[in-house]
């Protein structure tokens, strides 16, 4: 896949921060947005899942399965 040029235009303080951030890291200011955004993208990949986690612990029918397979792990760990 070809990259696709995306203009930004950063105010004073974004360029600052980009500066700075692709200095720490001893990248340039492109491969610092590239990581941004990738690590944003992450992040909110882990939010989600924990949010579908979540509703999991919550639901009864996903409880009552969990402790169907409990009960019957246990009768098997009895023989």
């Known amino acids: ?3 696709k040029t995306i203009s930004f235009r950063p105010d ?3 360029h600052r921060e980009l500066e700075a951030l692709a200095a720490l890291r ?4 492109s491969d610092a947005i590239r990581l941004a ?3 944003a993208y ?8 924990a949010a579908e ?7 009864p029918a996903y ?12 009768d098997l760990s009895a023989w």
């Open 1 to 3: 896949m070809t990259p």
């Open 12 to 14: 004073a303080e974004t």
């Open 26 to 29: 001893d990248i340039t200011a």
């Open 37 to 39: 955004i990738h690590e």
């Open 42 to 49: 992450v992040r909110d990949q882990y939010r989600q899942a």
């Open 53 to 59: 986690l979540d509703q999991w612990r919550n639901d």
């Open 63 to 74: 409880l009552a399965e969990i402790a169907e397979v409990r009960e019957e792990l246990n």
